[in-house]
Structure formats: C-alpha cells, structure tokens
C-alpha cells in the first residue's frame, strides 16, 4: 500500500505549488502534491506560459506584415489560427510535463484528486473528474504535518456580464477559440484583458476595451498607462474608461452590448466578449470554515510568513491574495517552506514584486507610482527617458516607450520604475535587482551599461533625474 503520511502536503500544483514542492525537498521534507485538473496550474497551462506563445505569434505576425519597413519582401502574410492554438497549447504541455519530471527528479508524489482538510495534519482526497497521470497516487485519506494550500484563483463573474463560455468567454475560451472573431469587446483593462486585446487585435479583430476606471492598466503608474493607451489606440483599438458594461443581449452569434458611460448609454455589437475584471480565490470545499481558517474579500489571511491562522496550516500564491502573479506565488512558498524548516527567510516585501503586462508595447513596474509617492507624503524625484533618445531602439524599430524613476529625494533610495516598450519585461529586472539591494541614485550613476541596448534608457532615466541626461 501506498505510503500515505508526508511532512509537507501542498494542495495545488501551479507555480505557487510546485515550486514549494521542490524547495521543500530539496530542505529534506518528504512532501506530497495534490492536484485535480492539470499540472503546473493556471500559469502553465491556461495563464501566463499560453498566452505568451499566443502574443508571440502575433509579435513575429505583427513583424512580417511590416517586412517592408526593414527592407525585405514577405508577400501574403496570413495565419492560420489553429496552428497557432495548437502552437500555444503545445507549449504549455510541454512545460506540464517538464512540471511532471521535476517532481519525479525530487521524488515529490503526485496524488490526483480533489482535497479537503479534515484537520490539521489530515486530508481526505476526493476521486477528481479528470484522469490522474501515471504513477500519481490514488484519492483517500492522507496526513502531513504542515499544509499549504495553493489553490489558486478562477475568473470572477459580475452579474449581468456573466460567461456563457460561447459568446462571453473566460480566459479558457479566450486561449482556445472555437473561431477568430471579426470584432471583439473586453470588458477590463487589467494584465489578462489587455493581453488578449492586443492579441487579437494584432490579427486583425475591430478591438473594444471597456474600463470602469478612469485609467487602463489600473495599477500602472497614470503616465505609463496613458503612453499605453495612445499606442494602443493608434494601433486602433478603441478604449472606453469610466464605462461600465450593464448588460449583454445575445443573439445567434452575436452579443450586443449595453455601455454605462455616466451621462450616456450606448450599445454595442460584437462577435464575442471576453469578460476580464479579475479572478477570485479558490477557497471553498476547502473545509475552511471548519477549521476556523480566516478568509477576507475571498482570499485566505495569511502573515509574512504565509501563515494562516491556524497553526499547521498556510497559504500561497493567488488564493492568499493580491498581487496575483506566479512569482508573488513561487516567492510565498519558498518564503513558506524555508520559515517551516526555521531558516529565518526575509518575509514577503510586496514592495518589490515586478509586475509585467505582455501587450503591444509591453509595460513594466516595480516600487511605487508617483501618485503614491505623492499621497505618501514623499519628496520625491523623478527621471524619464523615451526610447526616442536610444540607439538600439531605433534599429530595432521599436522606438516608441518610456522608462520613469522615481527617487526619495531625501534618501536618494530607488522606490517605483515604471516602463513602457519593447521588450520592458526583461528590463524591469534590472531595477527589481536595484531596489532589492537598496541601491541609490549614485550606484545607479556609476554602473556600466552596455551599449547599444534598450538597458541604456534605464540608465539615461536615472541620470534625467538628477539633472545629467545624455541622448535627449
Ligand atoms: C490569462 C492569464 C495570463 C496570466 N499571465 C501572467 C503572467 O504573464 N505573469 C504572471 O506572473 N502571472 C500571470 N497570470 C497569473 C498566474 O497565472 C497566477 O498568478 C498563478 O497561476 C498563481 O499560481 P498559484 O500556484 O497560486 O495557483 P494556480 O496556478 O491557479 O494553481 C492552482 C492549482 O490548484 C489546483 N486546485 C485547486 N483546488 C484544489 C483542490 N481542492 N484539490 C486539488 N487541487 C486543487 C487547481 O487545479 C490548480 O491547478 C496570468 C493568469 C491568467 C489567467
């Protein structure tokens, strides 16, 4: 019989659990991963790892219709949107199944089914809907004597704009069309909205974005996300702000729209909707009640450390709240599994999670925004640098974005940068290493950045700052 107690139980196998998985036995725990529908959750199979081979395809799409522009003939551009589904979905099996190995590697057992917590230290696997995968362990009774529940999030509905999978699709169906639509509407400007948006615009869909804020890319910093919204916009997709969609009337194989602009109402006809205004935590049929487990604004409360309130028992990733990100998720379970063993692991700084948006042009950030700085009370200075003014750029024809620093005037500490443009989420990175290390505007000033590169509008922001610009 299957060996049935472990150290470390994690539910959920997305990028929050199966990296937990992996530290924690590389820590020495014999550890057991429950899962109910796919390997490598959300991220890998329907998030972050798809939708990035799907905007490559419009990416290299995008670049052979503008051939001409660098001198060469590509005649007949077309796509076929099968096979560049096929070519998404390929991509996140082969990362599941590379998920797959990893846990065979560090001997992590799969168990396949749906779990429940009982009681500390117990859980009970129910039989799950989908086929377990070879070798993970059957549903029953299982203990450990540390949970951590990384169930992640799903997509949240609103009343009258509710999916019907069809014409109003999640993510799911957004991934996976059964056809391309002529015209589109997406209701939400966050990450996931904007990415399909510009997706399907860069294959030639008429795009409606509607937001119910006064800005898109609602977290973003107010001037990274107005240099957006011009972009995209002349990319012609048509943006609403301050809007919000009321109701959806559908019709064969249509969906008209109603529109709440405050101090008008108009409709709108569309091939098909993609509802993105956010996703919510799984946290039921958890046996949370039961256990006292406490869950705020549908997310679980947990401390620095990812500890709930119940001892034994923590949280991860999406289901213990904002930002949802499969970084923020990797770092929690890390952060969780090294306190477990008594490592004394910085707690989470939330402070310093990147966050990446893989639209046309891309937008990055990490600290705070200016508008936060201002309502801190901060003294702050603040440096830009258009992509305009860089070499690199240029060549590369991508010389529309924005780099923007902002600096403690008092402290000289690096606290918010917000970025705008091609390939801005690998940069962001740089800045993420910078304000990790506490580093100031003078350490900035004397570090060496190769030339040509996009880097150098990093560099040139933080010397805008303090007065020094070069190349503009
Ligand atoms: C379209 C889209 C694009 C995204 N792009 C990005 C991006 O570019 N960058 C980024 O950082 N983030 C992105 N995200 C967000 C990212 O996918 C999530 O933040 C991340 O997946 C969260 O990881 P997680 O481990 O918390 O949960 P998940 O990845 O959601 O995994 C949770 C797993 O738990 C399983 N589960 C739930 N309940 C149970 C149960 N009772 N028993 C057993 N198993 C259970 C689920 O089946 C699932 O596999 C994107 C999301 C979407 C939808």
New binding site residues.
């Given amino acids: 019989m299957a060996d049935t107690a472990f150290d470390i139980i994690i ?8 990296v937990t998985a992996i530290r924690a036995a590389q820590l020495g725990f014999k550890v057991g991963v ?15 790892i ?3 081979a799907l905007l490559r395809s419009a990416d290299v799409f995008h670049l052979m219709s503008h051939a001409k522009d660098f001198g060469l003939a590509a005649d007949k551009v077309g796509f076929d949107p099968a096979a560049v589904i096929k070519r998404s979905r390929g991509v996140a099996k082969r990362l599941s199944d590379g998920v797959g190995f990893l846990f065979r590697k560090h001997k992590i057992a799969t168990i396949w ?4 917590i009982d009681a500390p230290g117990k859980i009970t ?1 129910r039989q ?1 809907k989908t086929e377990a995968p070879k070798g993970a362990l059957a549903p029953g009774a299982y203990t450990a004597k540390h949970i951590i529940l ?6 949240r509905v609103l009343p009258g704009i509710e999916p019907d999978k069809k014409l109003v699709w999640t ?1 799911f169906e ?2 996976n069309p059964d056809k391309m639509p002529k015209s589109l509407l997406v209701i939400g400007s966050g ?2 909205g904007v ?2 948006a510009s997706f399907y615009r860069t294959l030639g869909a008429e795009v409606t974005i509607v937001e119910v804020l006064p800005q898109i890319l609602p977290v973003e910093d107010a001037e990274i996300a107005a240099f957006a919204r011009k972009s995209f916009e002349r990319q012609g997709i048509k943006i609403v702000t301050s809007a919000k969609v009321t109701k959806l009337d559908k019709t064969g194989d249509s969906v008209t729209a109603t529109i709440d602009e405050g101090k008008a109402t108009s409709q709108l006809t569309v091939d098909r909707v993609i509802s993105a205004v956010g ?1 919510v935590g ?1 946290v039921e ?2 046996g949370l009640e039961k256990l006292g487990v406490k869950v705020e604004r549908g997310t679980i409360v947990i401390d620095g450390f990812c500890r709930t309130n119940v001892p034994g028992i923590y949280a ?5 709240g904002p ?8 770092h929690e ?1 890390i952060i969780c599994v090294e306190a477990i063993k008594g490592l004394n692991p910085h707690p989470m700084d939330k402070h310093l999670i990147p ?4 639209c046309n042009p891309q937008v990055a950030s990490v600290g705070i925004t200016e508008a936060k700085a201002k309502a801190d009370g901060r003294e702050v200075r603040i440096g830009k640098f258009p992509f305009v003014g860089n070499g690199k750029a240029i060549a590369l024809g991508e010389d529309q974005g924005l780099v923007k620093v902002i600096f403690d005037n008092k402290t000289g500490a690096l606290v918010g940068a917000h970025m705008v443009g091609a390939e801005v989420t690998e940069l962001i990175q740089g800045y993420v290493i910078a304000m990790n290390l506490e580093t100031t505007e003078e350490e900035l000033m004397h570090t060496i950045f190769p030339h040509p590169t996009l880097s150098e509008t990093m560099k040139e922001a933080v010397l805008d700052a303090y007065g020094r610009v070069l190349n503009i």
């Fill in positions: 539910i959920g196998s997305g990028p929050g659990g199966y429950v899962e109910r529908d796919y390997i490598g959750g959300i991220c890998t199979n329907w998030g972050c798809p939708t990035k089914g749906e779990a429940v696997v799950a990384a169930t992640g999030a799903r997509p993510y957004a991934m990450a996931i990415e399909f996703v799984n049929n958890l991860i990733g999406d289901v213990a930002p949802m990100l499969a970084h923020k998720a990797e379970g966050g990446c948006t893989y």
